[in-house]
Each structure stands twice: as structure tokens, then as C-alpha cells.
């Protein structure tokens, strides 16, 4: 499905969740002397500027990041904040990264970097953002590229999934995909983001995941819709072999996003 552009939603607080936990992890991956992967299924254009027109006629930026940022929920030296204001140093104070760039600022020259996206212009633009790091960036089918550069080199990684979910069908196909990656790739860690929807679509997949994957962290965190008839209602990530850790840090959002 190639509709499908973040810049509507860049900032948003599903953003703010997904980021604020990727990026506490590869810090906590790149803390030790060891090279690890990184791999992105569904990269959109990697770098987005929240006075954009797009980003402003939702306006969610400003329900997420602004409103996150003026509360005061991250520490500045928070991994998160941290890439956060490397990024506005380097492309503007209405830049905001997406998660290819937080990776990219957050990786070192031994570690590898590969991202997928598949639409052709927001490939394009996921290109000239990365131009400053050692990404591999491939116009190809995220779950296509999750089976066939899994395990990577070097085996030690993360690979984070991040569909639109614009074809139901993905909701099938994830518990699927992520046992085959975890087959191949047995000691990789895996995040899966998936949205909280009003519909409760989303349940039978995460039936199908808990199943395969008793041991997995599953977080959520709920906030009120983006606008009148929206129907996600919150921001959810499913992680296969979570680091240590992880789950304390994932345990100081959800207090955040209740009192929204």
C-alpha cells in the first residue's frame, strides 16, 4: 500500500511512545564495546519538519512531542531528548526524527544500519536524509526485506516493525512473520508497533503473538483520539526478547499519557 505518508502524523504521541522506548534501547544496546544491527521494515521519509503543511493540518505534533516536551516528560539527557535536539541542531528547530534517524544518531561506524520503504518519493527522501550515515536504504517490501536480511551481520541487533496497517491483512500476516524471523533469528530483538483501535481489530493478532511469545513485553499506553472520529485510541508495542530494563523504563509512560 503505497497511500500511506507519516508526515500527517510525525510527532504524534503513538510517535512519542514508539521513540521515546526505541530509543532507550539502542542506547542500552550501544552501551557495551559489541557491534549490533539495526533493521527498519517500514522507514517513511526518516526526517520530518512538524511546520510542514501536512504535520499542521492534523496538528498532532502539537498533541504529541510539543505537548510531551512542555511537560517536561523526558530528562534531557534522556535518549530520547538527546536525539531530539541533535536533530534540531542539524536540520532546524521544526525538525523531527523518525525512527531511521534516531537510529542513525544513535549508531556507531561498527554497527549496521539497514532500512526498507517501498514509496517511491518517501524512499527518496528516507535516501537524502541518511546521506550522513552508513545506512543501507532499499526501495522494497518491509516484510520482504525482515525475512531476507534476517539474521543479519552481525546477529547481535534490533529490528523494529512499524506498519500502517492500511491492509488489514497485516494483522494476520504479523504473528506469522514474526516466528519466522524469530526462527532464523533467534536472538534478535523484535518491536512490533500496532495501534489501539476503537474497532479492537488489533486483539486476535496480539492472541496469536502472546501465544508464540509468552516471555515478550507487550506495552500500551492510551490517549484520547487525534480528533472527532478517529478511531485509535493508543499506541501499543509488542517486543520480542526484551533487554534488561526495558520493561521499568516502558513503566514510567503510561502515568505520562493518563493525565493527557
Known amino acids: 500500500m503505497l497511500s500511506y505518508q507519516h508526515i500527517y502524523h510525525a510527532g504524534n504521541l503513538a ?11 539502542l542506547d542500552y544496546l550501544t552501551r557495551k564495546p559489541k557491534p549490533i544491527s539495526y533493521l527498519e ?3 517513511g521519509r526518516g526526517l520530518y519538519h512538524l ?11 502539537a498533541q504529541g512531542i510539543t505537548r510531551a516536551e512542555a511537560a517536561g516528560w523526558f530528562a534531557a539527557d534522556h535518549p530520547y531528548a538527546r536525539a531530539l535536539a541533535d ?8 525538525a523531527y526524527p523518525g525512527s531511521p534517524l534516531i537510529a542513525a544518531l544513535g549508531l556507531r561506524p561498527e554497527d549496521s544500519l539497514t532500512l526498507a520503504e517501498l514509496h517511491p518519493r518517501e524512499h527518496d527522501a528516507l535516501a537524502e536524509a541518511m546521506l550522513f550515515s552508513q545506512a543501507l536504504v532499499k526501495r522494497q517490501d518491509g516484510l520482504e526485506m525482515a525475512l531476507s536480511a534476517t ?11 512499524d506498519p500502517s496497517y492500511e491492509v488489514k491483512d497485516d494483522y494476520a500476516a504479523l504473528p506469522r512473520l514474526l516466528a519466522q524471523i524469530h526462527r ?16 479492537r481489530l488489533h486483539l486476535p493478532m496480539l492472541d496469536d503473538l ?16 487525534a480528533r472527532a472520529g478517529h478511531g485509535m485510541t493508543g499506541s501499543g508495542l509488542f517486543v520480542v526478547n526484551p533487554p534488561w530494563g526495558l520493561a521499568e523504563e516502558a513503566a514510567r509512560l503510561p502515568p505520562r499519557f ?3
Open 151 to 161: 539474521p543479519p551481520t552481525p546477529r547481535r541487533g534490533l529490528m523494529l516493525i
Open 258 to 260: 493518563a493525565a493527557l
Open 51 to 61: 511546520t510542514a503543511p501536512e504535520a499542521l493540518k492534523t496538528g498532532e505534533a
Open 184 to 199: 532464523k533469528w533467534n536472538v534478535g530483538i523484535v518491536m512490533l508497533w500496532y495501534p489501539i483501535l476503537q474497532s
Open 87 to 94: 536533530v534540531r541542531a542539524r536540520f532546524g528547530g521544526d
Open 15 to 25: 510517535d512519542v511512545h514508539k521513540h521515546a522506548l526505541l530509543a532507550w534501547t
Open 41 to 43: 521494515t517500514h522507514a
Open 210 to 225: 502472546s501465544a508464540s511469545f509468552p516471555d515478550a513485553l507487550r506495552h500500551e499506553v492510551g490517549f484520547p483520539p
